[in-house]
């Protein structure tokens, strides 16, 4: 039971460079998101996604591209990284069933540091 | 987060009940949850309650739901070092056919031996 992996688990970049952090499922679950964690913040939604080739914004996606091309991978790019988005990442996914009473299921998270 | 609100942090002593609060907005938010993060680890379900339900127990777990005053509390008995974490309430809204979870700040436990 593999589960949900995301990679890197920490990152160093420098200011304006493009960076993608990278998710993966095992299940097939239909749904995606992307996460941010900041103190004071709590957990922020970025971008989700309801199957592949379908992306929504959630409440702060600025500075962020998505895409879904294979229902397992949902990478996240931050085309010109800011120090603003140095913050933990998290990917979830769901199954459109279960999600009701199982709710998501978490990744380990990517530490991202923009210096 | 801004609709689920959340004290930001709890302490208690190893074998006292814990009782983390959160209230919610949304009236129309059918399902609530409760996530725990222990230390760099991504959130873990701990249990969920429907709306229709006053109370739901689940061993050392006990969730209370009061609707009118749009409330939720997430109550730990006998709590262990094990438990310290931050805990997560969230509601589940509907948006355009999908369903997104609105989390709010996490309330940090701490538990001294």
């Known amino acids: 039971d593999a589960g949900i992996t995301q990679s890197p688990r920490y990152k160093i970049t420098e200011t304006g460079r493009q960076v993608t952090l990278m998710c993966h499922q095992t299940?097939?679950?239909?749904?995606m998101f992307w996460y941010r964690q900041d103190l004071g913040h709590g957990l922020r939604l970025i971008y989700y996604?309801?199957?592949?080739?379908?992306?929504d914004k959630g409440e702060v996606p600025d500075g962020y591209v998505v895409s879904r091309s294979k229902t397992e991978n949902f990478p996240l790019t931050l085309e010109s990284a800011t120090r603003s988005q140095t913050s933990v990442y998290f990917c979830a996914s769901s199954d459109e069933r279960r999600l009701l009473v199982k709710g998501y299921t978490f990744g380990s998270g990517t530490r991202l540091t923009v210096v | 987060g801004e609709d689920v609100e959340q004290s930001l942090f709890l302490s208690v002593r190893e074998g006292d009940s814990s009782v983390i609060n959160c209230t919610y907005t949304?009236?129309?938010?059918?399902?609530l949850y409760w996530y725990k993060q222990e230390p760099g680890a991504g959130l873990q379900l701990l249990t969920y309650i429907f709306s229709n339900m006053d109370m739901k127990q689940d061993q050392r777990l006990t969730v209370l739901l009061n609707k009118k005053d749009k409330h939720l509390s997430l109550r730990i008995a006998d709590t262990q070092t094990g438990d310290s974490a931050i805990y997560f309430c969230a509601e589940l809204k509907a948006s355009g056919g999908s369903y997104i979870p609105t989390f709010g700040r996490g309330t940090s436990l701490i538990v001294h031996p």
């Open positions: 949304d009236s129309s938010s059918t399902y």
């Open positions: 996604s309801a199957a592949a080739d379908i992306t």
């Open positions: 299940w097939s679950h239909s749904y």
